[in-house]
């Protein structure tokens, strides 16, 4: 009986257009319903994804049930020229020790003179001859009008763009070039919140690396985008095969048959990851009703030095090959996973938009009001158990206090239906004890407490009338200020509400790993305390894998292992050990 009564709404997704077939496809798979804008009303959705980033308007009208793909602001760390100023300004700030894993870069037009300068000082010091450097146009993707140079003469340009330092020794694979396509996924800014997908990409040029031709793209860049025209491209290449792409388990396959130290290679990365989005934290607005997935571009050296090319505002989900749908599909299922949703919504549903409301042009929405919307529960019981509309109702005119109304019954369904409050512009009874009817509603709040949208009371101060039958009520608003980040749970399974969980589907948490980075991320995040806490972690890695053909951890001391609440995973290797199980000395490892 309960589930028929709660008839609750299914999830419903908005795509924008040129939004991703995949992410249809995982959502209806998982039986959400797609946004039909004739039928439905304009704020009856769950999630909004678009490539492209929203509008302002978007965030300040997001309403406490609905989510975006994207925060504000995110340009600068996905534009390329923003994201050089950042990390330069890092590196002076940290040191270039910390700070390493980019090119030298610079920004042209504005830095001609400065590049000129250093381009002339490295052909003098190398005898006559200069360093190779490839130029990007700042605001473009998938490969558009890159080009590589080695003389100033080929330098020409016609917009803003960029000059680094091109990394020319890069790890080959049977003489390809390749690049690791990181899925990031940021859920919050403040607190800084980071989870990095266990699978991702391997993406190889389609022809084998040559300099002395530096104008063979197929050779120099791994963009799918330009190397699914190359000849080469459909040919079973030595060892890397058709197409041009990888999972991330083949690449640990080849990393596991080399002479590497492979937890503190996977750690390097992360850190890249951690200190990139560091520097945009400053700049972005927090927004709990967001996340955002990004695709971190790492290229790595023959030394096994990784280095950081770009980072992607909205990584391609195209399905171009059994490699995309292998990895992009449980990519896209994790990513909704993140969210946090229930299988129904019935915050939406009860949240006054479907049956309930419509528009009158104010900003409020006004109510279509319903017997059990009006009063508390115990106020509709007769003496024989049935509920009486024209019941007398025994009020205080003192009384002012807010109380929650009873709208429906759902905790057999496990699913929070929303409460309502009614608030009367004056008193219910008058002075000589007559009573009034109800006036109309004026305004509405609500509060929300959980990722479950729950409502709370808006008077909680009053606890002394709270079983006051004559208590007033007050309708909760869909219109609210931004909710506060700290009401919202990151793990309810355990006592400590804040605390995120390490792992949601193949997502690792990578930030915060401990509690004193989950303490430096609050409100305002302490850069100078994450970043002390990055290197501590680093020194430990380095020093219980001292020895590079240690890879593994003898599990049977992960249980002696002194564990924070944290239980921070280290992202990267297929069955991914707890940090806390990695800080031994060699001399205890078996």
């Not at 608030?423 to 959980?450: C, D, L, M, Y």
């Not at 004193?516 to 430990?540: G, I, M, P």
Request: charged share 25%.
């Amino acid at each position: 009986m309960a589930e028929k009564e709660c008839d609750c709404a299914p999830l419903v997704f908005r795509l924008h257009g040129g939004a991703p077939q995949v992410v249809r496809e995982v959502l209806l798979e998982r039986g959400w319903e797609e946004y039909d804008e004739e039928e439905q009303e304009e704020g009856d959705w769950n999630l909004y994804w678009r490539t492209s980033g929203f509008r302002t308007s978007d965030y300040k009208n997001i309403l406490p049930w609905q989510r975006l793909n994207h925060h504000p602001k995110m340009t600068h760390i996905t534009r390329k020229d923003y994201l050089a100023r950042h990390l330069r300004r890092m590196k002076s700030a940290f040191g270039a020790a910390l700070y390493d894993f980019s090119p030298a870069a610079f920004i042209l037009p504005n830095e001609y003179t400065k590049f000129l300068g250093v381009y002339t000082k490295n052909r003098t010091n190398d005898g006559g001859k200069s360093c190779y450097w490839i130029c990007k146009p700042v605001d473009l993707s998938r490969g558009r009008g890159i080009f590589l140079f080695k003389d100033i003469k080929d330098l020409v340009y016609d917009s803003s763009v960029i000059i680094q330092r091109y990394i020319s020794n890069p790890l080959l694979i049977s003489g390809y070039k390749f690049d690791l396509r990181i899925y990031v996924c940021v859920k919050s800014f403040c607190p800084l919140v980071i989870y990095m997908h266990q699978e991702g990409l391997v993406r190889f040029a389609t022809e084998k690396y040559n300099l002395a031709s530096l104008d063979n793209l197929y050779s120099h860049l791994t963009n799918t985008s330009i190397n699914k025209f190359g000849l080469c491209y459909a040919m079973d290449k030595e060892r890397v095969g058709r197409g041009c792409k990888w999972t991330m388990n083949k690449f640990r396959c080849f990393l596991h048959k080399q002479d590497v130290n492979e937890f503190l290679f996977w750690h390097r990365i992360s850190n890249i990851i951690t200190l990139t989005l560091l520097t945009a934290v400053p700049c972005i607005p927090s927004n709990p009703n967001c996340l955002e997935l990004l695709g971190f571009d790492i290229l790595i050296d023959a030394s096994f030095k990784p280095w950081l090319l770009e980072v992607n505002h909205s990584p391609a989900l195209s399905l171009d090959c059994p490699v995309d749908i292998t990895v992009k599909k449980g990519l896209i299922n994790d990513v909704i996973d993140l969210m946090n949703y229930r299988m129904t919504d019935s915050f939406r549903q009860k949240g006054y938009l479907r049956n309930r409301y419509t528009r009158s042009g104010s900003r409020y929405l006004q109510p279509k009001i319903h017997q059990e919307f009006l009063l508390p529960k115990t106020l509709h019981d007769t003496p024989s158990g049935k509920r009486s509309w024209n019941q007398s109702i025994p009020t205080s005119s003192s009384s002012q206090d807010t109380v929650l109304c009873y709208v429906n019954g759902c905790a057999r369904n496990n699913i929070r239906c929303a409460s309502c409050l009614i608030h009367p512009n004056s008193k219910s009874r008058t002075s000589s004890g007559h009573e009034k009817a109800p006036q109309k509603f004026e305004e509405i709040n609500i509060e929300v407490e959980s990722d479950d949208l729950k409502l709370t009371t808006l008077n909680s101060t009053r606890q002394s009338h709270k079983n006051t039958p004559s208590s007033i009520c007050k309708l909760p608003s869909l219109h609210i200020h931004k909710p506060k980040s700290s009401t919202v749970p990151w793990n309810r399974r355990t006592q400590d509400r804040d605390i995120p969980p390490c792992r949601v589907g193949d997502f690792i948490l990578t930030f915060p790993f401990n509690e004193a980075t989950w303490k430096a991320s609050q409100d305002q995040v302490d850069v100078k305390v994450v970043v002390n806490e990055l290197r501590k972690l680093t020194n430990r890695l380095a020093s219980s894998f001292g020895e590079k053909k240690r890879t593994k951890v003898d599990s049977s001391r992960g249980c002696n292992a002194v564990r924070d609440k944290f239980e921070s995973l280290l992202w990267g290797p297929k069955d991914p050990p707890l940090l806390s199980e990695c800080f031994f000395s060699n001399s205890e490892i078996k």
